[in-house]
Structures are given as structure tokens and as C-alpha cells.
T-cell receptor, first 111, second 115 residues
């Protein structure tokens, strides 16, 4: 079973920041937080991941709370092409750190 | 373009047919995966190969048979499938084994319809 809880859907206005929350209250010390997104009929696209510190790349920022029990993915300037299902996944380190997908958040970016 | 290429993108097969899905990764990775995504269900891990050795088989029926001839190629051989096996089959790869800090990259998937 997925170890994360996400809202099933969110709306965001085009050009505004999209803030997608994720709860992972049972996360272990060696588990990473990963974010992927899936646009309809395509394979999941990697966005960003982190362990303890906040992370930023060209796509998004990841804010992880100090207790690591929750995180927020931030898309700074959402566009219509960011409409997708966003998955927050905790993934163990070690030899069997496989991705276990939940239902994700359907983000709809509106003009 | 993710560096993971799957063929064919769409496949229709009868229940008595034998077909194969092919995956090739151009990222120099040494771990490869098959996932299945059925309609309105989360992605499910099927098989994991690390350094060409199968390290995980997630209780998948024997009508699905994976093959990893080298670290760049992965096949999923299909035979006597059922209509409920119709789904999107996704290949993925990662570097440095299957550990949690090694990002997994997915292909675009192969849509399979069993008639």
C-alpha cells in the first residue's frame, strides 16, 4: 500500500504557483520523498526528490517539513501543460527501494 | 524523450496469441523494471531486474514472462492472456541498483488490448 496521502484533486490558475501537499506521517529515516506526474496516456515523468533538505530544480521545488511527516511540491508558474496527476511517493533506500504508487492528485490548471 | 524506449506503443492480441513487448534504455542504467497500469488503478510493480538478474517478481501470473538479455534491453513475453490483462505496460530504469536514492525513469508505455 502507498504510504502517502494526497488530496484527490486541485485547481490552479494559469501563471500562479501550484502547491501540492502530501502527508507521509509514517516515513522512515532512510526513505526518500519522490514526486512524479503522469499526463493522460503517457508514462510517469520524474519531477524531483529529497531526503531531508528542501530541493529545487528547473521543474519544481520540494519543501519537506522538519519532522519529515509532510511535504509540498511547488510549481512556481503553472501552465496548461502542467495539468496532470501528481504522485507523491516515499521510497526506501537499500536494494529494494521500489516505487509504490497511490492515487495521486489530479491538478487542473485553468486559463 | 526520457531515454527509455518502448515498442510497440499499441498492441492488440487475441487470447491464444504470443507476443512480446520490448524496452530499451539509452541511459547507461543497470536496473530495469516492468510496471502495469490498469484502468482506474494505481501503477503496480511487476518485475525488477538488477544487473540482468531478476530480483523481484511481484506475484505475477506465469503468462507474463520477462527477459533481460543485457542491461540495456528488457522484454515482456506474453502468452494466453486474458481480457483483464488489457492495460498500459510501463518499462523503467535506474542507475546504481534499485536503492531509494536512485531515480527511476519511465518509458511512454505500451498499450495492450486483449480480445
Amino acid at each position: 500500500d502507498a504510504k502517502t496521502t494526497q488530496p484527490p484533486s486541485m485547481d490552479c490558475a494559469e501563471g500562479r504557483a501550484a502547491n501540492l501537499p502530501c502527508n507521509h506521517s509514517t516515513i522512515s529515516g532512510n526513505e526518500y520523498v519522490y514526486w512524479y506526474r503522469q499526463i493522460h496516456s503517457q508514462g510517469p515523468q520524474y519531477i524531483i526528490h529529497g531526503l531531508k533538505n528542501n530541493e529545487t530544480n528547473e521543474m519544481a521545488s520540494l519543501i519537506i517539513t522538519e519532522d519529515r511527516k509532510s511535504s509540498t511540491l511547488i510549481l512556481p508558474h503553472a501552465t496548461l501543460r502542467d495539468t496532470a496527476v501528481y504522485y507523491c511517493i516515499v521510497r526506501a533506500g537499500g536494494s529494494q527501494g521500489n516505487l509504490i504508487f497511490g492515487k495521486g492528485t489530479k491538478l487542473s490548471v485553468k486559463p | 524523450e526520457t531515454g527509455v524506449t518502448q515498442t510497440p506503443r499499441h498492441l492488440v492480441m487475441g487470447m491464444t496469441n504470443k507476443k512480446s513487448l520490448k524496452c530499451e534504455q539509452h541511459l547507461g542504467h543497470n536496473a530495469m523494471y516492468w510496471y502495469k497500469q490498469s484502468a482506474k488503478k494505481p501503477l503496480e510493480l511487476m518485475f525488477v531486474y538488477s544487473l540482468e538478474e531478476r530480483v523481484e517478481n511481484n506475484s505475477v501470473p506465469s503468462r507474463f514472462s520477462p527477459e533481460c538479455p543485457n542491461s540495456s534491453h528488457l522484454f515482456l513475453h506474453l502468452h494466453t492472456l486474458q481480457p483483464e490483462d488489457s492495460a498500459l505496460y510501463l518499462c523503467a530504469s535506474s542507475q546504481g541498483g534499485t536503492g531509494g536514492g536512485n531515480t527511476i525513469y519511465f518509458g511512454e508505455g505500451s498499450w495492450l488490448t486483449v480480445v
